[in-house]
T-cell receptor, first 111, second 113 residues
Framework: EPEVTQTPSHQVTQMGQEVILRCVPI?????FYWYRQILGQKVEFLVS????????KSEIFDDQFSVERPDGSNFTLKIRSTKLEDSAMYFC?????????FGPGTRLTVT | QQQVKQSPQSLIVQKGGIPIINCAYE??????FPWYQQFPGKGPALLIA?????SEKKEGRFTISFNKSAKQFSLHIMDSQPGDSATYFC????????????FGKGTHLIIQP
């Protein structure tokens, strides 16, 4: 069964450093998403991506964040200068018809 | 307003019981309502979803009830098992576009043997 994959599973970085989180969506899906989940809290939408451009973004997705689909399979989230409050699980999701399928997540720890 | 309000925050049910989790939304533009199950350290897994043209949908032991006029929907788990112990999230979106999901705060469900 096709699934969304994400790498790395864990990322530890120092405050102010750049990080790139990677995702491989399900191959025939056209809509791609990033969400984050701070420990013990709800899942929060960051950004959606369709037809090689951002479709929608939340208030959380400020100028420190960017997304890219550099080739036909990968979908990346870049955080330019990480802050302590960026520590969270980051989930990639892809959508076929209506259903969004989530990857296993990347745990980002900013020290 | 984009909020989705979920209750209860936590729930303990005996094996075989029927836990019920409720959600309410405010945005009348929402037309897609999924439920996700999440185990610790894992990503949310899609359980079942409903669109407002039906009032109920069943998939296996999971049932969604939907009340469009009240802007509420709920998840029922029949014949609950200890393996169903997890956090459950309701969500909502405008299904046709690229909109992200708006999630509820989650319900931590424990099924006691």
């Amino acid at each position: 069964e096709p699934e969304v994959t994400q790498t790395p599973s864990h990322q530890v970085t120092q405050m102010g450093q750049e990080v790139i989180l990677r995702c491989v969506p399900i191959s025939n899906h056209l809509y791609f998403y990033w969400y984050r989940q701070i420990l013990g809290q709800k899942v929060e939408f960051l950004v959606s991506f369709y037809n090689n451009e951002i479709s929608e973004k939340s208030e959380i997705f400020d100028d420190q964040f960017s997304v890219e689909r550099p080739d036909g399979s990968n979908f990346t989230l870049k955080i330019r200068s990480t802050k302590l409050e960026d520590s969270a699980m980051y989930f990639c999701a892809s959508r076929g018809h209506y259903e969004q399928y989530f990857g296993p997540g990347t745990r980002l720890t900013v020290t | 307003q984009q909020q989705v309000k979920q209750s209860p925050q936590s729930l303990i049910v005996q094996k075989g019981g029927i836990p019920i989790i409720n959600c309410a939304y405010e945005n009348t533009a929402f037309d897609y309502f999924p439920w996700y199950q999440q185990f610790p350290g894992k990503g949310p897994a899609l359980l079942i979803a409903i669109r407002p043209d039906v009032s109920e949908k069943k998939e296996g032991r999971f049932t969604i009830s939907f009340n469009k006029s009240a802007k509420q929907f709920s998840l029922h788990i029949m014949d609950s098992q200890p393996g169903d112990s997890a956090t459950y999230f309701c969500a909502a979106s405008r299904g046709g576009g690229a909109d992200g999901l708006t999630f509820g705060k989650g319900t931590h469900l424990i099924i006691q043997p």
